[in-house]
């Protein structure tokens, strides 16, 4: 199937911990970001790469490390979780921007940090 | 900064009922628009997207409209069923970003 997938879905984590989340599209996209949405349903963008380069880099806290080893995986890494973390992140791709087809969002990785 | 609002945040019709759920936003100068439906517990699925250049796009039983200079759009969704309830998203890609819309939760009573 042609996606973006993330892994792990779910996520529950005691505050402190670090741990990773990661995105990977076979679209042959060449960008892809890291949503957040939080309780309200606000989404809100964090990180974009683009041919694993840093495009987009919104105010988050420095505790959190986008990794793109490659144009298909853009993962994310979170060092000392806190409670406010909780939320689901979403991994989304696009080709030029989105400027044709939009964006393709993967079906999201709920984190809870207890 | 762009600013996107969605009208009514939640919205509860009965079934065979036609729709509209509306998005507006601050400014203008925006390349495309995309409506995206979320069920619960699950990701965004692509409806339609509207390049700024067109006035509408229609898909089955959903159509949406762009007035731009108005920082309008509307998504119609004609003969809703109960398998249309879900939080419908629009978002407007400007610049590098897209900036989404706090959602319209749709129920669609039986």
């Known amino acids: 199937d042609t996606a973006v997938s993330q892994t792990p879905k779910y996520l529950v984590t005691q505050m402190g911990n670090d741990k990773s989340i990661k995105c990977e599209q076979n679209?042959?996209?060449?960008?892809m970001y890291w949503y957040k949405q939080d309780s309200k349903k606000f989404l809100k963008i964090m990180f974009s790469?683009?041919?694993?380069?840093?495009?987009i880099n919104e105010t988050v806290p420095n505790r959190f490390s986008p990794k793109s080893p490659d144009k298909a995986h853009l993962n994310l890494h979170i060092n000392s979780l806190e409670l406010g973390d909780s939320a689901v992140y979403f991994c989304?791709?696009?080709?030029?921007?989105?400027?044709?087809?939009?964006?393709?969002f993967g079906s999201g990785t709920r984190l809870t940090v207890v | 900064k762009q600013e996107v609002t969605q009208i009514p945040a939640a919205l509860s019709v009965p079934e065979g009922e036609n729709l509209v759920l509306n998005c507006s936003f601050t400014d203008s100068a925006i390349y495309n628009l995309q409506w995206f439906r979320q069920d619960p517990g699950k990701g965004l699925t692509s409806l339609l997207l509207?390049?700024?250049?067109?006035r509408e796009q229609t898909s089955g039983r959903l159509n949406a409209s762009l007035d731009k200079s108005s920082g309008r759009s509307t998504l119609y969704i004609a003969a809703s069923q109960p398998g249309d309830s879900a939080t419908y998203l629009c978002a407007v890609r400007m610049g590098n970003q897209f900036y989404f819309g706090t959602g319209t939760s749709l129920t669609v009573i039986p």
């Open positions: 509207i390049q700024s250049s067109q």
């Open positions: 790469y683009n041919n694993k380069e840093l495009i």
């Open positions: 679209l042959g996209h060449d960008t």
């Open positions: 989304a791709s696009s080709q030029d921007g989105g400027r044709a087809r939009g964006y393709t």
